[in-house]
Each structure stands twice: as C-alpha cells, then as structure tokens.
C-alpha cells in the first residue's frame, strides 16, 4: 500500500497560480503513474494530469498549456497557472502501481474566486 500526503492548496484570485505537492510512502517500489484528479461539488471526479514513472506526460484538455505536472522521486507536483473559477474543487493526488492498485490522497481544497 501506498500512502500519500499532499499540500499546498488555497485560496487564489483568478489569474493567480498554486503549486500542489504529493509526497508518497510505503510500498513506493511499484509506482507506476502518479497524477491528480479533481471533484467539484455536485460533478464527478475528473483526472487532471498524470505522469508515469518514465516521465509521459497526459494533461486534461482543461490543463494544457496552464498546469505543469512534475515528479521528483517519490514526490508529484502540480503547478497551476491562470487559474480560472472552474479550476475551484478539492484536487486529490493518485498513485497507480503496475498491478494497477489505486492510492489516493485525503484531498486538499483550491478556491479560485475574486
């Protein structure tokens, strides 16, 4: 099992940007891709990027061009520029491992609103 702990949400204008931070422990030897998914209230949750261990990059079409997602180790980050009010939802960091078992973070909230 892969235990995950995130940071760095918060509020921000629009236009404003926030970096999320996902740092992963336990049985990390089999990671496979790392990413985060988002859940605004009343939708469904949504991937927003994701990053394998050879360094693939897949970007939802609502982050291209304003998130970067990166990976230092055993940690993913998540940089998120331009935010707009849509971005507003509780953003979850995600471990996948190569017996495609699924771990998730406890969430950390980004507001986005002026």
């Known amino acids: 099992q892969v235990q995950l702990v995130e940071s760095g949400g918060g509020l921000v204008q629009p236009g404003g940007s926030l970096r999320l931070s996902c740092a992963a422990s336990g049985s990390i030897f089999n990671m496979y891709v790392m990413g985060w998914y988002r859940q605004a209230p009343g939708k469904q949750r949504e991937p927003v990027a994701r990053i394998t261990t050879g360094g693939t990059t897949i970007y939802a079409d609502s982050a291209k061009g304003r998130f970067t997602i990166s990976r230092d180790k055993n940690t993913v980050h998540l940089q998120m520029n331009n935010l707009k009010p849509d971005d507003t939802a509780v953003y979850y960091c995600?471990?996948?491992?190569?017996?495609?078992?699924?771990?998730w973070g406890q969430g950390t909230q980004v507001t986005v609103s002026s």
């Open positions: 995600n471990v996948r491992t190569y017996s495609y078992s699924d771990s």
